[in-house]
DNA sequence: TTCCGACAGTGGGGTCGCAAT
DNA sequence: ATTGCGACCCCACTATCGGAA
């Protein structure tokens, strides 16, 4: 198949609004294909490469190298030259990166390197992504869309399974089931915004403790271990502690999900920076093993001795990992009967914060284990701050934000008047604010370079945020964690902006 | 007819590892 | 030794479509 069918399609796709219409698109392309070319035309209409990652991005892609005026590459010769761009390492290798990506654009027509460099930055933006590429799947082969959906939960990929339903029809999904080896897609959970709002939307619940770590599913077969991150990345490698933990347990063969963090010598979990940075450490795993120490905690139970519990009600699936893994390494709950029973509830969210954790995790009892979806069954809780801070600068946004100014510099009040960036953020805008912000920050504009509109600082704006984090990048030497807007405040004067001491004095945990 | 679940889009900060400078 | 870049952790929120109620 030619590459520029793929991206008239795409292109087509992008265009059209109605998600019926997106999916029959992508139904027609998929019947198109030839056997040889299903595992690269499924991944690039899901806006993915099978590759995973390149070495390449933007920055590379920027460089413009003028189109063909005639296409003539096959999908399956991009693919092969991007295998090919991908294996490249050590000295040199960047820039043979850079002359292969410019050879390949060459040969690309205006449309089909529009298409690439989507591709390549995982920004395809056509509104349709693996949910839909499913749809269209199970539309090309007749078969059931939900099905086909349960299979590449469970096989964590959709070419793999693209390729068994092409070759051998709607009998060959029953082959996609719940194996000790192959990592799942994990189930996910909803905001809610109290701990009262969470048990009244669930009833009868579990009340967990939120930890602020990596989310792990670990896999156990006999000797064989294998830790896997949210997006099934293998991470055994980096965490021996984990591995050792699973071997520990009183089971052969089982499935659990759970998170990995690490806790001071004081027994309270470290900040999610410290976690985060140990998990990433690759090169010498021992030494970050002996300096940052991580322990796994888990909270659930996918299988256990060769009997699939995915379906089970969760109360079934945690008596299961309640036989299996003892307390310190399974999560800390209570049970909740309900409404008239929210004082418990929030008795364990204000234990939990003391104990230095993020928030709690509400489950409903009677839930299944929905791999891949980020269900209402869950619903987690964390407290949130707000400040009241300065509008320093706004960015020109990018996609259906174009024209508008989106992404907003935000700065607290210095003791001599002067403002300190804190962060950025575009969330929490509705689309009449984005507009109304354009037009008001333009008002206030002191320069515009094309990417940044520096205001004068006086419009100030409601953040929320999650929490506090050190920082090399801003002045204050903290930013702001998940910052988003609530609402701007057109009654407060930038001199009654909150300051950078304000905000220290309420994190004591967190010295810049 | 209205409501709501699921998705895609729009980007945020930090950290690590690698290659280039 | 430092810097720039890519990959991958964590993530909130809004708009939209289309099936459920």
């Known amino acids: 198949m030619l590459l520029s069918r793929l991206a008239d399609v795409s292109g087509e796709v992008a265009a059209a609004s109605a998600r019926s219409r997106k999916t029959a698109l992508l139904a027609e392309l998929f019947r198109e294909a030839e056997p040889d070319d299903v595992p690269i035309v499924i991944p690039y209409l899901a806006g993915r490469l099978p590759q995973g990652r390149l070495g390449v991005g933007w920055k590379v892609l920027s460089n413009r190298v003028p189109p063909a005026a005639e296409s003539s590459l096959t999908v399956r010769e991009v693919d092969a030259r991007l295998t090919e761009l991908g294996k490249l390492s050590g000295p040199g290798s960047q820039a043979e990166r850079a002359r292969l990506v410019g050879e390949l654009m060459g040969a690309a027509t205006e449309g089909e390197q529009r298409f690439l460099f989507g591709l390549i930055t995982g920004e395809v933006r056509q509104g349709a992504l693996d949910a839909v590429a499913v749809e269209g799947l199970a539309q090309a082969t007749g078969a059931v869309a939900a099905d086909v959906r349960r299979a590449v939960m469970l096989a964590g990929s959709l070419q793999t399974v693209a390729q068994a339903l092409l070759a051998d029809g709607s009998a060959a999904l029953d082959r996609f089931r719940l194996t000790v080896g192959r990592p799942v897609l994990p189930m996910l959970a909803q905001t809610a915004s109290s701990v009262a709002e969470a048990v009244g939307r669930l009833g009868a619940c579990a009340v967990e ?26 991470i055994t490698d980096r965490l021996p502690e984990v591995t050792s933990a699973a071997l520990e347990l009183a089971g052969e063969r089982f499935i659990l999900d759970g998170e990995v963090l690490s806790f001071g010598a004081d027994g309270r979990p470290r900040s999610f920076q410290e976690t985060a940075g140990r998990v990433g450490s690759r090169v010498d795993v021992a030494k970050a093993a002996q300096e940052v120490p991580v322990s796994p905690v888990f909270f659930d139970a996918l299988s256990i001795d060769g009997r699939d519990l995915l379906d089970l009600p969760f109360d079934a699936r945690h008596a299961e990992l309640a036989r299996l893994v003892p307390e310190p390494m399974r999560v800390r709950r209570t049970l909740v009967a309900g409404g008239e029973d929210i004082a418990e509830a929030e008795g364990f969210l204000a234990v939990t914060l003391a104990r230095g954790h993020e928030g709690v995790v509400v489950k409903a009892l009677d839930a299944p284990y929905s791999a891949g979806r980020r269900g209402a069954a869950w619903l987690k809780v ?12 706004a960015e020109w946004g990018h996609g259906r934000r174009t024209g508008r100014l ?6 607290a009040r210095n003791p001599d008047g002067t403002f300190a960036m804190l962060g950025k953020t575009f969330k929490g805008l509705t ?31 409601e953040i929320a945020y999650d929490g506090l984090q050190r920082s090399s990048r801003y002045p204050a030497g903290v930013t702001l964690r998940f910052a988003r807007v609530v609402r701007y405040r057109e009654d407060k004067a930038a001199q009654e902006a909150d300051t950078v001491e304000t905000l220290l004095a309420a994190h004591p945990e967190v010295r810049p």
């Open 431 to 461: 689309d009449a604010l984005l507009t109304w912000q354009t037009e008001r920050l333009q008002e206030l504009a002191v320069e515009d370079d094309g990417w940044v509109v520096t205001v004068r600082p006086e419009l100030v704006v």
């Open 406 to 411: 989106s992404n907003l510099h935000l700065g």
């Open 209 to 234: 403790e939120k930890l602020d770590g990596i989310r792990v599913q670990v896999h156990r077969d006999g000797d064989m271990v294998r830790i896997h991150t949210r997006t099934l990345d293998d």
């Open 382 to 393: 964390k407290p949130v701050h707000t400040l009241d801070l300065v509008v320093l600068a």
